[in-house]
C-alpha cells in the first residue's frame, strides 16, 4: 500500500512543483516530517525545510530539529527565530481562536517572507485529516488551515491530507525516519501557546515548558505509551503552603491520553505513584507552581488540548 502512495505522492508533487521551489513549514512533528522527507524524496535540495522557533516549542526542540533534519537526514535547513514576533503579535490576546488564527497569520507571513528570499512558489504543509475536519466542524482552528490568510501568495501542497496520525506513522516508517520521529508523541501547531490559558507571555510559556517537559521525561519513565501527555497553566492561582507561611502560586493541570487517530481518546488509567511523582517534580522544580492536577476527561466532550 504505502510503496504505491510514496510513487503517487512524489510523482505529484514532482509535477506540481516542475522546475520550481517549495518551502516547507517544518515542526519536528512526525506529520510535518514526514511531508518534508516525502517532498525531499520528490525535488531535493530544491525543498527548503522553514523551521521557525516562534517561541512556544518544547524543551531543546530548536536544536533537536535542527541535528535532526540538517545533521542526519540532510535536508537544507533555514532556522528562522521569530520568537519576539509571535509574543508581540499575541499581547492583550485571550480567546483561544483569535490566538490560533494570530499564530497561523504570522506562522504564514514569515514563511511568505523566506519563500521571497529564496524565490519559491511553493507552499509544503504537513495538513492532516483530523486537522480540516475539525476545523471544518468549527470544534477549533488548525493553525495550518484556520489560521491560513484568505489571500496566499504560495500555492499549497498537502500530501498527507487524507490520512490519520496512525496511517502518518506507518507512512514515516515505511519512509525511513528515525522512530524518534515517527514515534513522537503529537504536539499542537501553535505550540504551547494554546498551553497556556488566556494572554501567552514569555513567563508563563517558561512555567510551561518545563512542566511539559517533566511530565513527558516521568511518563517515559514509567514506560507508559500514550497518545499524549501533556501540562497545561491554567492562569489559576491558588492557596498554598511553603514552610510555615501561605503561598499562592499557579496551577498546572495534566492531561495523559489514549487515542488511534485523535478523533476520540481516553483518559489514561496512570499509576496514582507517577502522578505524585509529576507532582512532586513540577513542584519542586517549578517556583511559582503550587498545585498539580490530573484531567479525567474523554473526547469527547473534552477536545484533547485545552484550547
Partial sequence: ???????????????????????????????????????????????????????????????????????????????????????????????????????????????????K???ADFLIQGTIAPDWIESKGK??????????????????IEPLRDLYKDEVRELARELGLPEKIYNRMPFPGPGLAVRVLGEVTPEKIAIV??????????????????????????????VGVQGDIRAYKETVAVRVVESLDGMTANAMDVPFEVL???????TSEIPEVGRVLYDVTNKPPATIEFE
Avoid: C
Fill in 1 to 115: 500500500m504505502w510503496e504505491d502512495f510514496i510513487r503517487e505522492k512524489v510523482e505529484e508533487i514532482r509535477n506540481t512543483v516542475g522546475d520550481g521551489k517549495a518551502i516547507i513549514a517544518l515542526s519536528g512533528g512526525v506529520d510535518s516530517s514526514t511531508a518534508a522527507v516525502l517532498a525531499h524524496r520528490a525535488i531535493g535540495d530544491r525543498l527548503h525545510a522553514v523551521f521557525v522557533n516562534t517561541g512556544f516549542m518544547r524543551k531543546g526542540e530548536p536544536e533537536f530539529v535542527v541535528k535532526t533534519f540538517r545533521d542526519e537526514l540532510g535536508l537544507n535547513i533555514h532556522y528562522i527565530d521569530a520568537s519576539e514576533r509571535f509574543f508581540e503579535a499575541l499581547k492583550g490576546v485571550t480567546d483561544p481562536e483569535e490566538k490560533r488564527k494570530i499564530i497561523g497569520r504570522v506562522f504564514i507571513e514569515v514563511f511568505e517572507e523566506v519563500a
Fill in 117 to 119: 528570499e529564496i524565490n
Fill in 209 to 238: 515548558r518545563e512542566a511539559n517537559a517533566i511530565v513527558e521525561e516521568e511518563i517515559e519513565k514509567a514506560g507508559l505509551k500514550p497518545w499524549q501527555a501533556f501540562a497545561v497553566l491554567l492562569g489559576v492561582k491558588t
Fill in 139 to 156: 470544534i477549533k482552528s488548525h493553525h495550518n488551515v484556520g489560521g491560513l490568510p484568505e489571500r496566499l501568495n504560495l500555492k499549497l
Fill in 276 to 282: 505524585q511523582r509529576i507532582a512532586f517534580r513540577i
